[in-house]
């Protein structure tokens, strides 16, 4: 048997100060669970980019976090813009972040790279005008 | 080799006595290592990491710290005393530390060394270390012990990144042991190296120190205890002291926050206090969010060492006055080359993760277990009351599964299971019924209600002096 942990977060859009809360929450749940600091620091880092990307581009949005014992998926939701053109928004280095966003430290081009880099696996479905939804995993 | 049995040793301990079984000191706690069970706090050991702030909140003040007296001094045939910086910032209008250091011969000391002469050290070789280290940066010091205990517990990420050099008092002790062999010829356990600290931290770290096999500190005494047994022996007139005095600006300065990164002569640096504060800096730089750091100096104590619970003086008067009395002295009075008697200055061991808060064995266990405390947290109110000795719904639940606390502490829970007894025999004083002799089948049922009844609210953590009626009468 396969048992399966599943953690749902609400994003809100526009509060910087609270992005990150549910990376914090996760990665703390996971030392509970003994998972090693490696596999924490990815899922970390990667869904902290994530939640950045949800407030500063789609308003929020939903993370699903599954932990099973051979791998943690992390699916991020939102009903934002999407994406038009992925291979230009997975350079480093390329943002569309306002002004405004930049000039709080954020928008630096790094967040689908390094969300990437940290993780076994990452997927993009997005739809302009609709969504996007963004699948991770990171591998135990 | 690490003793086991004296890995979490802690010298922040409660007198039972004097707790009232209040949750102030739970919700205070910043690792949640403490409990109120029947009508008594209960410190978790591998929970704590000796940081004191409970003894800060405790109203009842019945969380002490144990240290060792004055008179361990007779114990041995030379003693030498090692004085925090922080002493020096207790006295009010201090100019000069040797009217501290004489006092404290007068008292009965054979020799003093400055813990602040020994920072000097650990200054130069930081600076030297972080240079040779430059891309492994930031370091985060490792002179604080429950800052090194928090970091042990909570941030397996962060141990490569304490600066692995041993805290000024332990090369304070090595030098000064040294030296009073040479001096006396006496054999090392004929010697007692005492350390005057403004922390029960410190305390632990001697007996069970971290990133070394064994310290050369002999005993700790507290700062509060000295303070005022040296009042008496302070003698102003300068022409009439020996001079003691070996550390300058830098040394000194160690006693505040602030003060250690004042030593390493960098300006990229973060220093924060405070145990709430630094847990913060720590999540902040184990998720990568801080950036450009050379140094993190945090220290567990508002303030730094000065706010330290061993202390008298108000935190921030003692910073003050640490910074007048250091205004006139040369930046550092101590080199690692002048220091033969130090033979290794860096830790001899690594620091190992200890994984407290871990709930299960195994993974899949510990998976098991978070699904169990998921769905339990779910069924309380979510109001972390603390009535049930736990500081929130959720260490509830982590305790419960863990089988240290059942679902019934709650208190809301225990009620709504009353609620549900007492809606099963409603039917009793409804109608006709009301008043009337029971028959025998509602009589069970009555019974059977107030042993459960009975059950229920004695499983509940009700406090010891509330259990007597005979108490009770008297209070009203």
């Known amino acids: 048997m396969s048992d399966e942990l599943i953690f749902t977060y609400q994003i809100d859009g526009d509060d910087f100060t609270r992005a990150g809360e549910a990376s914090s929450s996760v990665k703390n749940k996971l030392k509970m669970l003994g998972v090693g600091s490696d596999a924490i620091r990815k899922v970390a880092i990667a869904m902290y980019e994530g939640e950045i990307n949800m407030v500063i581009h789609a308003n929020g949005g939903t993370i699903t976090v599954s932990v099973s014992d051979t791998d943690i998926t992390m699916v991020l939701a939102d009903q934002g813009p999407g994406i038009p053109d992925i291979d230009k928004a997975m350079e480093e280095g390329y943002s569309t972040a306002r002004d405004e966003v930049r000039s709080l430290g954020f928008g630096a081009g790094m967040g689908l790279p390094n969300m990437k880099r940290f993780t076994d696996e990452m997927k993009i479905d997005t739809v302009i005008g609709q969504g996007t939804t963004i699948t991770m995993k990171v591998n135990l | ?476």
């Open chain 2, 1 to 476: 080799m690490e003793n086991n049995s004296n890995k979490f040793m802690r010298s922040v301990r409660l007198k039972e006595s004097a707790c009232q079984g209040c949750i102030n000191c739970i919700k205070y706690c910043p690792t949640q290592a403490i409990r109120v069970h029947n009508g008594k706090a209960h410190i978790i050991d591998k929970f704590c990491i000796d940081c004191g702030r409970c003894i800060r909140y405790c109203p009842h003040h019945a969380k002490i710290a144990v240290y060792d007296p004055l008179t361990v001094i007779n114990n041995f045939k030379y003693t030498v005393a090692l004085p925090a910086p922080s002493l020096y910032a207790q006295y009010n209008n201090l100019t000069n530390v040797d009217i501290v250091l004489n006092a404290l011969l007068k008292l009965g000391f054979d020799d003093v060394y400055e813990v602040s002469a020994a920072a000097e050290l650990v200054s130069e070789a930081s600076r030297e270390y972080i240079k040779e280290h430059r891309e492994d940066a930031p370091f985060i010091s490792s002179a604080c012990p429950s800052v090194i205990r928090l970091i042990r517990v909570k941030f397996p990420s962060l141990i490569s990144r304490l600066l692995p050099i041993k805290a000024p008092v332990e090369v304070a002790a090595e030098i000064a042991r040294a030296r009073a062999m040479k001096k006396t010829g006496l054999k090392p356990e004929e010697i007692g190296i005492i350390f005057i600290s403004p922390c029960p931290s410190k305390v632990s770290y001697a007996k069970a120190p971290l990133g070394i096999e064994k310290s050369n500190i002999d005993n700790v005494v507290a700062i509060k205890d000295i303070y005022p047994l040296l009042l008496p022996h302070m003698k102003h007139d300068e022409s009439q002291l020996k001079p003691l005095s070996h550390s300058g600006r830098i040394g000194i300065g160690w006693s505040n926050a602030g003060g250690e990164v004042g030593g390493l002569l960098i300006d990229n640096y973060l220093a924060a206090d405070g145990i709430v504060n630094i847990l913060r800096v720590l999540e902040e730089l184990e998720d990568e969010k801080l950036h450009g750091l050379t140094f993190v100096e945090l220290n567990a104590c508002n303030g730094g060492c000065v706010g330290g619970t061993l202390t008298v003086e108000n935190a921030y008067i003692a910073m003050t006055k640490t910074k007048r009395l250091t205004r006139y002295q040369p930046v550092s009075k101590n080199h690692l080359a002048d220091n033969p008697e130090l033979e290794n200055i860096f830790w001899a061991g690594d620091i190992e993760y200890e994984p407290v808060f871990r709930l299960g064995n195994t993974f899949k266990e510990s998976l098991k277990m978070m699904s169990d405390v998921e769905k339990l947290t779910a069924q309380f109110p979510g109001l972390d009351c603390g009535s049930c000795g736990a500081p929130t719904c959720q260490t509830l639940a982590e305790d419960i599964v863990r089988g240290a606390a059942t679902p019934n502490d709650c208190i809301y829970v225990l009620r709504s299971n009353i609620a549900d007894l007492s809606s099963r025999i409603e039917h009793l004083t409804q109608g006709e019924n009301a008043g009337k002799t029971l028959s025998r089948e509602d009589d069970e049922l009555l019974h059977k209600y107030i042993r459960e009844l009975t059950t229920e609210l004695a499983s509940f953590g009700v406090p010891e002096n509330l259990r007597q009626p005979g108490k009770k009468e008297v209070k009203d």
